[in-house]
C-alpha cells in the first residue's frame, strides 16, 4: 500500500501531515478530515509534533520552555533543538503512528517532518542535507499528503494576538524568522508539488476546511485509481 517518494522514503496514503505557520487554522483542518474520514467508516488517530506520545509530549515540554515546578531551562541551542525534534519524532513514528497505520487506520498529524525543515532548516539556518540523513535514518517515512496552511507572517501574529497569553519559546522568535519559515515551507510545496499541497489559509476557517477536505478526497479518488 505504499509508494515510495523521489527521495526514497516511504509515503503512506493514509499518513496525513499539516503544515503552517501560526494561526493559519491547522486545528479546524485537522478536526474537519478527522471528520470526513470517520463519516465514511475509518478509524482515525489524529496527533502532534512534538509530541503524539508521553516521552514525545515531555520532549516538547522542554523544546517549547514550558517551566517545569515553576522553573525555566537553558535555551537549546539550534542543534539541540533539531536533534530533540527528532528525537521525539523517532518516538512517535515507531509508538503512534507506524502501528496505527499497520492496523489500517488514517493518521492525521499536526506536523511532522517539513517542519523540521522549515524551522530549523530554514529558520535556524541548519543545513537540509543534515535534515534529510536525520530524515532517512530515524523516520523513514513521509505523509501520502501534506496540507500546508499558508498564511502572511504578520496576518498570522494577527490572528494569534490575545489567543496566546504565554507565547512559547518559538512563538516568540522575530518576524524575519517567520518569513524564512514561511518561504522554506513553500519552496517544498515547490519541489514536491504531488505529496504537498498549498491552501490559502487567508480564506474563513470554513473555507480553509472545505479545500482541505476537497483535497483528500481528490488524493483519496487518485490513490484509489492508480491502486
Ligand atoms: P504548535 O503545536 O503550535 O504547532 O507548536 C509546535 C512548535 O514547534 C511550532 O512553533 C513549530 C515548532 N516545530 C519545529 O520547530 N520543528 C519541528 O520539527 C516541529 C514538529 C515543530
Redesign the pocket.
Known amino acids: 500500500m505504499t509508494a515510495l517518494g523521489d527521495n526514497g522514503l516511504e509515503r503512506h496514503p493514509h499518513f496525513v501531515s499539516l503544515e503552517g505557520g501560526?494561526g493559519a487554522g491547522?486545528t479546524t483542518v485537522l478536526n474537519a478530515l478527522r471528520d470526513a474520514l470517520l463519516q465514511a467508516g475509518h478509524e482515525v488517530v489524529s496527533t502532534?509534533?512534538?509530541?503524539g506520545t508521553p516521552m514525545a509530549e515531555q520532549i516538547?515540554n522542554l523544546?517549547?520552555n514550558v517551566p517545569v515546578d515553576g522553573v525555566q531551562h537553558e535555551p537549546p541551542a539550534a542543534e539541540t533543538?533539531?536533534l530533540l525534534?527528532?528525537a521525539?519524532?523517532a518516538q512517535h513514528v515507531r509508538e503512534t503512528i507506524l502501528p496505527a497505520l499497520a492496523r489500517g487506520a488514517w493518521v492525521i498529524s499536526?506536523?511532522?517532518?517539513?517542519?523540521?525543515y522549515?524551522?530549523?532548516g530554514g529558520?535556524r539556518g541548519i543545513d537540509s542535507a543534515f535534515i534529510a540523513e536525520l530524515e532517512h535514518h530515524v523516520v523513514g517515512i513521509q505523509p501520502g499528503l501534506t496540507l500546508l496552511l499558508d498564511l502572511g507572517v504578520a496576518q498570522g501574529r494577527e490572528r494569534t494576538r490575545g489567543r496566546d497569553l504565554y507565547p512559547?519559546r518559538?512563538?516568540r522568535e522575530r518576524d524575519d524568522f517567520f518569513e524564512k519559515v514561511r518561504s522554506a515551507f513553500l519552496a517544498r510545496a515547490r519541489a514536491e508539488p504531488e505529496r504537498m499541497r498549498v491552501i490559502d489559509a487567508t480564506q474563513s476557517a470554513a473555507e480553509v476546511a472545505a479545500d482541505a477536505v476537497a483535497i483528500l478526497r481528490m488524493f483519496i479518488a487518485r490513490t484509489k485509481a492508480s491502486g
Open positions: 501560526e491547522k502532534r509534533e512534538p509530541g516538547r523544546l517549547l533543538e533539531l525534534m527528532f521525539a519524532r499536526d506536523r511532522f517532518t517539513d517542519s523540521s522549515a524551522y530549523q529558520g512559547d518559538i512563538e
